[in-house]
């Protein structure tokens, strides 16, 4: 079975602050794939980044970074001198490869609050 | 259209009754999902539709729920005799085949009363 957990529950900073958002994961997969997503007040599920088991290469994409770890099946998400905008509700989550793609398994989120 | 649409947004209903959700996905995406998100048991996987079948329907919580995909696009997500814990918002998602362009409607929020 997949599982991914993220550790923290909410979290609270001051614009500017860096922040790192943990995710562990669970999978007996060899070949899996990795996601973030960004779930603002309005809702919608907003797709920040996908990995796939192969390729550990960090990735920065402006002030996002992401850290993958297969040793320790993290897939940690850092925010850069963060902004208010950055207010959300974050959710990691993991799929199989083949016919499993697709099928999600989410953390249970994590609440950021970035205060201005 | 150039998102994956959900009607209705919010839908209130009465517990014992039957509700239709649809999803609408985006033009060419074979692979359609469902997921539920409520706050006690956060994002869940329902069902997975490749085409007009349904590969995987694991996530289905009981026999109350179903769902069908017709034509290759639209989906229609069907809870009978509504619970007062299936309330949540049921997000719908769409990809081409492979999973890429994965993307999530602005789901239907389900309150019963």
């Known amino acids: 079975a997949q599982k991914v957990t993220q550790a923290q529950t909410e979290i609270s900073v001051v614009e500017k602050e860096d922040v790192t958002l943990d995710c562990v994961y669970e999978?007996?997969?060899?070949?899996?794939?990795l996601f973030w997503y960004k779930q603002p007040p309005s809702g919608e599920l907003v797709f920040l980044i996908r990995?796939?088991?192969?390729?550990?290469q960090n990735e920065i994409s402006g002030r996002y970074s992401w850290n993958f770890q297969k040793s320790t099946s993290s897939f940690n998400f850092t925010i850069t001198a963060s902004q208010v905008v950055d207010s959300a509700v974050y959710f990691c989550a993991l799929s199989g490869g083949g016919t499993s793609y697709g099928k999600l398994t989410f953390g249970q989120g994590t609440i950021l609050t970035v205060h201005p | 259209g150039a998102g994956v649409s959900q009607s209705p947004s919010n839908k209130v209903t009465e517990k014992g009754k039957d509700v239709e959700l649809r999803c609408d996905p985006i033009?060419?995406?074979?692979?359609l999902y469902w997921y539920r998100q409520s706050l006690g048991q956060g994002l869940e996987f329902l069902i997975y539709?490749?085409?007009?079948?349904?590969?995987?329907k694991s996530g289905l919580p009981s026999d109350r729920f179903s769902a069908e995909r017709t034509g290759g696009s639209v989906s229609t997500l069907t809870i009978q005799r509504t619970q007062q814990e299936d309330s949540a918002v049921y997000l719908c998602?769409?990809?081409?085949?492979?999973?890429?362009?994965?993307?999530f409607g602005s789901g239907t929020r389900l309150t019963v009363v």
């Open positions: 998602a769409s990809s081409f085949s492979g999973g890429y362009g994965y993307t």
């Open positions: 990995r796939n088991s192969f390729d550990e």
């Open positions: 033009s060419g995406h074979t692979a």
């Open positions: 999978t007996r997969d060899t070949t899996y794939y």
């Open positions: 539709f490749q085409g007009n079948s349904a590969p995987d």
